[in-house]
T-cell receptor, first 111, second 113 residues
Framework: QKEVEQDPGPLSVPEGAIVSLNCTYS??????FMWYRQYSRKGPELLMY????GNKEDGRFTAQVDKSSKYISLFIRDSQPSDSATYLC???????????FGAGTILRVKS | DGGITQSPKYLFRKEGQNVTLSCEQN?????MYWYRQDPGQGLRLIYY???????QKGDIAEGYSVSREKKESFPLTVTSAQKNPTAFYLC????????????FGPGTRLTVL
């Protein structure tokens, strides 16, 4: 079983839709949660970082963490064609610097 | 502007050849990392360095080597012992090794001819 599971997509939505991207993880020792956006042939860019259960909002982006279910989500409101990219979740251990990345979900927002 | 630079953007290697990928950062970060990205897989850690003149193997270090002689620089050498080196290579840094937030460079695409 992989430590982090992420649906590869592609997920195709119309412009203006609400997008939900998800990851599940298997080890309760993971305590730090990140979402990265990666455009084609570019390096990942950190979008959201959180370490507690609940919601964290930044503009059109909301990161949600449910530690009891070992499930994290990224919501994108009013999606734009410029949001078309691969979204990677990354999860870190409480101790040490181990960071595990999901394989990424490809998102396509159609205008 | 602060950031991480990687060069070259594209690199072609012949069988049996060693190649070196450059990574430079001016963020004054202590820790630096090398990841490999293959289609359908999460980023996999090759090597990391918490401080100058120190580095540790990651999950897939075989066939790779690194050095950290300066805080700003963390070059990666892909040796001929790496049997399947074609991949997208990403360099990253963090303020310190205990900080999970990684800041990535633009990547180098390595292709074996």
């Amino acid at each position: 079983q992989k430590e982090v599971e992420q649906d590869p997509g592609p997920l195709s939505v119309p412009e203006g839709a609400i997008v939900s991207l998800n990851c599940t993880y298997s080890n309760s020792a993971f305590q730090y949660f990140m979402w990265y956006r990666q455009y084609s042939r570019k390096g990942p860019e950190l979008l959201m970082y959180t370490y507690s259960s609940g919601n964290k909002e930044d503009g059109r982006f909301t990161a949600q963490v449910d530690k009891s279910s070992k499930y994290i989500s990224l919501f994108i409101r009013d999606s734009q064609p410029s949001d078309s990219a691969t979204y990677l979740c990354a999860i870190g251990m409480e101790y040490g610097n181990k960071l595990v990345f999901g394989a990424g979900t490809i998102l396509r927002v159609k205008s | 502007d602060g950031g991480i630079t990687q060069s070259p953007k594209y690199l072609f290697r012949k069988e049996g050849q060693n190649v070196t990928l450059s990574c430079e950062q001016n963020l004054n970060h202590d820790a630096m990392y090398w990841y490999r990205q293959d289609p359908g897989q999460g980023l996999r850690l090759i090597y990391y360095s918490q401080i100058v003149n120190d580095f540790q193997k990651g999950d897939i270090a075989e066939g790779y080597s690194v050095s950290r002689e300066k805080k700003e620089s963390f070059p990666l050498t892909v040796t001929s012992a790496q049997k399947n080196p074609t991949a997208f290579y990403l360099c990253a840094s963090s303020i310190m090794s205990s900080d999970h937030r990684r800041f990535f460079g633009p990547g180098t695409r390595l292709t074996v001819l």
